[in-house]
């Protein structure tokens, strides 16, 4: 891997390939409906959380899994794709 | 003045909190409901060490304050004292997953700035040791300013240190609970990461070998084919594993009848007793085992975590209907009855999603439809061999399941483009870790379903079928008139009254006698029908079984028609009565029984007309 480049490019949790570990970058809560973002909040998606992506649905795009903290998560990909992330450099 | 403290006992769901409940209280405790709102309450007793006893209540699971769904209202109206059904609690027994602090301790930190004492249950301390999280429970009771105690709910470990915990914290209550202290959201959970952070002595990478499972039960094949067979051999095990049991119950029932019979002189009181109650009731009680199994499937495969993959599995679909993966868990549970069914809809955030749910619930086949199924399918199909393992009259059952299915499929569409039109709602669920599902908790849930059960057997339908035997037995015609008994009752003029209304689908006198007193549980029409035989047959006709009584009476348009009705006919107080609580009001319930009579009248027309017509 080359390693000068200083930070990986933000990339959505949709596009997020599978295990690789990432930090929570930023959330575009415009995005995402009053009550989404409150259960999203709930659940511990903040900046700076680790996260990844361990399943997808991938008949006609179903929802994700994810990892979030020690907890697993699934979510629709229209809310994963406002969740932006930055891939661990490993 | 009441005598014993409260205590809450509260948590984030998955927290073991149900577990923790049961091992406190045993078998002492209580179920009932939260007036205005289906939420279930469950309390229980618990004996403190300085012999105070103190009344435990389970809260439903809640990630905050702020609730999002009706059961998290009534959690967050008990804690914070406004609620109107509960009194103020004394204390709060906190749980939180020891393996999930980071998020656990978000909300418990919210209850500790209410003010009541608080005592911390650091739960299920064994996964947590097994993932390789090592955690000082010292650290944590300094940070959160409240005793804490490790637990293992399921393997009873803590409970001593918890109620002598529980013994200290209690004091004369009368604490009033301080909710304006609120906190944004995000500040606390940086503070409970932050917290959880000190707290933990060691950490190693979260569970593989769960990642492990949930790579088969949610990969894109594997997963649906494991659900599917799961669910077949739910279904399989309803109807094999219960016929040894229900043939035991049915002797049993034919044993105290016979009893009766030859202890009682003939007359008014052993006609009541052998023809009206226990030939009713014991009609119904015969189908406890099938429903017990499939509660059992269902109660297991939520203890398991495997729930919340199914609906992960089936949010796809679902959404196909503008509806998500978590209204398949209540649906499936209404397989068993809606009731249940309806009342975990409160889970589902979405008001119009959740609507739609309740309002398509009664189209599962439910397990009151099987006395109906099976003794009609029984009496008027043949039961051909039309391949290995495949016979008619198992494919008939299977229809009528699928055109369940179907129809709630096709409701869910329209109901989503008209009358609970919105936008289509997400789907954000926390995936709990696998468990083994233990034997106690099931067994309790089972335990407390079959009283339901019973209790029901014993008041609604031990009732409405005593009523029908009155209405059908008398006024008595004069002897030599040669009117039959059922004709010259209320009943029988009642019955054709009906008639008028049925006959374009095919439905003779004895239906329309049996659908009334079915409006109260759909089995009754099976104790109904046999009911009318028993009194107006005389002589020969009243040994012969009900099976060969229909046979000679019906066509099979008019059984088929009378089955098809069956799938749609909201025929069951006790769904018409949880759907008014569920959606406090009589509009909704008024509106679910119009559109599935509507259904059930035309679809029974149209099968009636088409098996007329194909010379059936």
């Not at chain 2, 008595?476 to 008028?500: C, F, L, N, T």
Request: net charge positive; proline share 6%; hydrophobic share 50%.
């Amino acid at each position: 891997m080359d390693m000068s480049r200083p930070v990986v490019q933000s990339v959505s949790l949709e596009t997020l390939p599978r295990r690789q570990r990432a930090q929570v970058a930023a959330i575009d809560w415009s995005l995402l409906a009053g009550p989404e973002a409150r259960r999203l909040r709930e659940l511990g998606f903040d900046e700076g959380v680790d996260v990844e992506v361990l399943h997808r649905a991938t008949l006609g795009r179903g929802p994700i899994a994810c990892r979030i903290g020690r907890m697993t998560v699934a979510l629709r990909r229209r809310v994963a794709g406002a969740i932006h992330v930055s891939p661990a450099a490993a | 003045m009441h005598a014993a403290p409260l205590v809450a006992l509260v948590g984030n769901p998955n927290a073991g909190k149900s577990a923790l409940f049961n091992a406190l209280t045993g078998a002492r405790q209580k179920v009932g409901n939260y007036p205005g709102v289906t939420v279930e309450r469950k309390s229980g007793r618990m004996v403190l060490d300085d012999g105070r006893p103190i009344e435990l209540v389970d809260l439903p699971g809640a990630y905050s304050l702020e609730p999002s769904s009706p059961d998290e209202r009534v959690t967050r109206d008990v804690v914070t004292g406004r609620s109107s059904f509960e009194r103020t609690p004394d204390a709060m027994l906190v749980v939180v997953d020891a393996a999930n602090l980071d998020n656990h301790l978000r909300f418990a930190l919210q209850l500790i700035a209410l003010g009541l004492p608080v005592v911390v249950a650091l739960n299920m301390v064994d996964l947590a040791e097994r993932d390789g999280l090592t955690l000082d429970t010292d650290v944590l009771a300094r940070e959160l300013g409240v005793p804490v105690i490790a637990t293992v709910a399921v393997r009873k470990r803590g409970l001593d240190s918890l109620r002598a915990a529980l013994t200290a914290a209690i004091g004369g209550g009368g604490v009033k609970p301080q909710p304006d202290a609120a906190e944004p959201i995000t500040a606390l959970q940086r503070r409970a990461r932050h917290i959880a952070r000190a707290a933990t002595v060691s950490e190693a990478p979260a569970r593989r070998w769960a990642h492990l499972l949930d790579s088969v039960a949610l990969h894109s094949v594997i997963g649906p084919l494991l659900l599917v067979a799961i669910l077949f051999l739910m279904f399989q095990a309803v109807f094999t594993w219960a016929a040894v049991p229900a043939d035991m119950i049915d002797s049993g029932f034919a044993a105290l009848q016979g009893w009766i019979t030859d202890t009682l002189p003939a007359g008014f009181f052993r006609s009541l007793l052998t023809d009206g109650l226990i030939a009713g009731v014991g009609a119904v009680v015969v189908f406890l085992p099938q429903i017990l199994i499939l509660f059992l499937f269902i109660l297991v495969l939520e203890a398991s975590g495997y729930m919340v993959r199914a609906a992960f599995l089936m949010d796809r679909l679902m959404a196909t209907v503008g509806l998500s993966g978590r209204a398949f868990i209540p649906l499936l549970s209404s397989f068993a009855c809606a009731v249940p069914g309806i009342m975990a809809t409160r889970t589902i955030e979405d008001e119009k999603d959740r609507l739609t749910t309740i309002l398509i619930a009664p189209l599962m086949t439910c397990s009151a439809r099987w006395p109906v199924y099976t003794l009609i399918i029984g009496a008027m199909i043949p039961n051909t061999q039309l391949a290995p393992f495949v016979r008619l009259q198992g494919l008939v059952m299977f229809g009528l399941l699928v055109m369940g299915i179907a129809g709630a499929y096709a409701a869910a569409l329209i109901l989503r483009r008209t009358v609970t039109k919105g936008t289509s709602s997400g789907f954000m669920m926390e995936m709990p870790k696998y468990q083994m599902p233990r034997l106690a908790d099931v067994g309790i849930g089972l335990w407390t379903r079959t009283l339901i059960f019973l209790k029901r057997a014993g008041t609604i339908i031990a009732a409405t079928t005593v009523v029908l035997w009155l209405l059908l037995s008398y006024p008595k015609p004069p002897a030599d008139s040669g009117i039959a008994q059922v004709s010259y009752s209320i009943g029988g003029r009642i019955g054709s009254g009906i008639e008028v209304l049925v006959k374009p689908i095919g439905f003779n006198r004895d239906i329309s006698l049996a659908l009334l007193p079915a409006m109260a549980a759909r089995e009754v029409a099976v104790s109904a029908i046999g009911t009318v035989y028993a009194i107006d047959d005389t002589g020969d006709a009243s040994t012969q079984k009900i099976t060969d009584k229909l046979r000679g009476r019906w066509t099979l348009p008019t059984a088929l028609a009378f089955l098809m009705w069956f799938v749609f006919a909201p025929q069951c107080i006790s769904t018409i009565a949880v759907t008014r609580r569920e959606t406090n009001g009589w509009k909704w319930p008024a509106f679910m029984v119009g559109y599935l009579f509507a259904a059930a009248y035309i679809m029974a027309g149209i099968t009636y007309w088409l098996a007329v017509f194909a010379g059936l």
